[in-house]
């Protein structure tokens, strides 16, 4: 029997074998995966999709959002949050409530199970943002963001132009 021995690619290898621009897309797709397997390890009661959910909810507050509003925030389709809404409503971590200026829609509010989740991991989550931004420097985590907002923009006007 032959064996084939397993050999790792290394990050830096990846960008000597292809143009960057190649690397840097497949990175991001690897980098996805190992965050989200992470994430959904991290919390016994929620997936990493759904922790997203609700941080994305966090950023609204005036008004609770709609799903189509928080479909835009996540990008994502409102298919795809309906799904997510679903099964937090479901756990009894989110409500959906009847808009009182417009009965088409549903808002979308915490429960207090949900603020005692948050209570309960609050300090972990910190722990974890330490881990994952270690050695990395403010103005990096600036500049990162700055390019893949601008990779955002980008896929966005592509979306608006087909």
């Not at 190649?22 to 009661?45: H, P, T, V, W």
């Not at 972990?124 to 500049?143: H, V």
């Amino acid at each position: 029997m032959q064996y084939i021995a397993y050999m790792q690619i290394t990050n830096d290898q990846i960008l000597n074998m292809m143009p960057p621009q190649f690397g840097l897309f497949g990175l991001l797709f690897a980098f996805m995966n190992r965050l989200q397997a992470a994430g959904d390890s991290f919390y016994e009661e929620i997936t990493c999709k759904q922790w997203f959910l609700l941080a994305c909810m966090k950023l609204y507050s005036k008004e609770a959002p709609t799903a189509n509003e928080l479909a835009e925030t996540m990008g994502c389709s409102r298919q795809n949050v309906k799904e997510i809404l679903n099964a937090l409503v479901k756990k009894e971590i989110l409500v959906l409530k009847q808009d009182d200026n417009d009965k088409r829609k549903q808002r979308i509010y915490f429960t207090s199970k949900q603020k005692k989740l948050a209570k309960k991991y609050q300090n972990k989550e910190m722990d974890f943002l330490k881990l994952l931004y270690e050695g990395i420097s403010e103005k990096e985590i600036r500049s990162v963001f700055k390019i893949i907002s601008k990779m955002e923009k980008n896929l966005i006007e592509t979306e608006v132009a087909s």
